[in-house]
């Protein structure tokens, strides 16, 4: 960790993710923030601090990134063919790159993944994909506990999230106040999933060395309210759907179960990981860990890493983490 010179950092996104890590940005007096980035024309022009609900810093809303930055914090997509162009730009401006596109977390689409891989390792930057899901409870917790077995013959990842408090567009996200009908029409669409869950499967196969003989698809079904829910932004009905419920398992040497539930009025939110080897291991996280909030944490405590670490698209398997 670098004691003299702060880290000149971009923020290239600022919707409800992004403005999340500007303030946790903010608090850091490693950090010094030098350009922000938003499409949208009731942002552009203002300051950033005050569009995120702090003093004014100084630094104005831009539709394009005018200002070189040592590193930029991307939140803009959840689809890697989405925002490939924003990435190659950036990792060709000279930039490291710190993603929450889910999709980046473990990169399935090859073309895509060589093509940034080579951007980065030409200007002699780091991309990476990060998050809490995918980036942490569902892979990279999982991965780091199993560290201390001897043998491993399953995992089983359970995260169940109440979306009640999460902001609206992800209460909108799952099917909250949907019809059973309109949600399996929302899937088929594919306009309800929770993105990054086959990345995460994927990311601790390779973390285990694990090779998968089969890989399920994804199965999404609705999670059905069994009394009326009023959250600050919607009201779900009895028998209307509450939210998504999603699972994914590679089977093989090593089985690995993904399941993940996302609704309002969840009872009992958590993230667990159970461990079948030499010793077993269970770890449960009561409540479950914050998604807004460890979002922007992983992408901050990240960036001493990311500037540290070798050029080229990693994972979270590539790199330690801590709080920074």
């Known amino acids: 960790?670098?004691?003299m010179q702060p880290v000149s950092v971009a923020q290239f996104g600022i919707g409800p993710i992004g403005a999340e890590i500007v303030k946790l940005l903010l608090t850091k007096s490693w950090v010094r923030i030098v350009a922000a980035v938003d499409v949208d024309p009731s942002k552009i022009g203002k300051d950033l601090g005050t569009l995120v609900g702090s003093d004014p810093i100084g630094v104005l809303v831009t539709p394009r990134l005018e200002q070189t930055a040592e590193v930029v914090c991307h939140s803009t997509g959840s689809r890697l063919i989405d925002v490939q162009q924003q990435l190659d730009m950036l990792l060709k401006g000279g930039s490291h790159v710190v993603s929450t596109c889910e999709e980046l977390s473990f990169p399935l689409d090859t073309a895509i993944r060589e093509s940034l891989q080579t951007t980065a390792r030409s200007?002699?930057?780091?991309?990476?994909?990060?998050?809490?899901?995918?980036?942490?409870?569902?892979?990279?917790?999982?991965?780091?506990?199993?560290?201390?077995?001897?043998?491993?013959?399953?995992?089983?990842?359970?995260r169940v999230v109440d979306a009640s408090h999460?902001?609206?567009?992800?209460?909108?996200?799952?099917?909250?106040?949907?019809?059973?009908?309109?949600?399996?029409?929302?899937?088929?669409?594919?306009?309800?999933k929770h993105m990054g869950l086959r990345e995460s499967l994927m990311m601790v196969g390779s973390g285990l060395n694990a090779e998968f003989d089969q890989v399920s698809d994804e199965r999404i079904l609705p999670v059905m309210a069994d009394r009326d829910i009023t959250?600050?932004?919607?009201?779900?009905?009895?028998?209307?759907?509450?939210?998504?419920?999603?699972?994914?398992?590679?089977?093989?040497?090593?089985a690995v179960s993904l399941d993940i539930r996302m609704y309002v009025g969840a009872a009992a939110p958590m993230d667990r990981v159970v461990i079948k080897g030499i010793p077993d291991v269970v770890l449960e996280i009561p409540?479950?860990?914050?998604?807004?909030?460890?979002?922007?944490?992983?992408?901050?405590?990240?960036?001493?890493?990311?500037?540290?670490?070798?050029?080229?698209v990693l994972t979270m398997d590539d790199i330690p983490i801590s709080f920074r």
């Open 1 to 3: 960790m670098r004691s």
């Open 123 to 158: 200007a002699n930057v780091t991309l990476l994909g990060t998050g809490v899901n995918p980036g942490f409870v569902m892979d990279k917790l999982p991965l780091t506990i199993s560290s201390v077995c001897q043998q491993v013959s399953s995992i089983e990842i359970t």
């Open 166 to 192: 999460r902001r609206e567009p992800l209460q909108r996200k799952v099917g909250a106040g949907m019809s059973e009908k309109e949600f399996a029409e929302a899937v088929s669409a594919g306009k309800i």
């Open 231 to 254: 959250t600050k932004f919607l009201t779900v009905r009895k028998g209307e759907v509450a939210g998504v419920h999603q699972t994914i398992s590679g089977k093989g040497g090593i």
């Open 287 to 312: 409540g479950g860990v914050h998604g807004d909030r460890a979002t922007a944490a992983m992408v901050v405590n990240a960036i001493p890493r990311v500037i540290a670490a070798r050029p080229g």
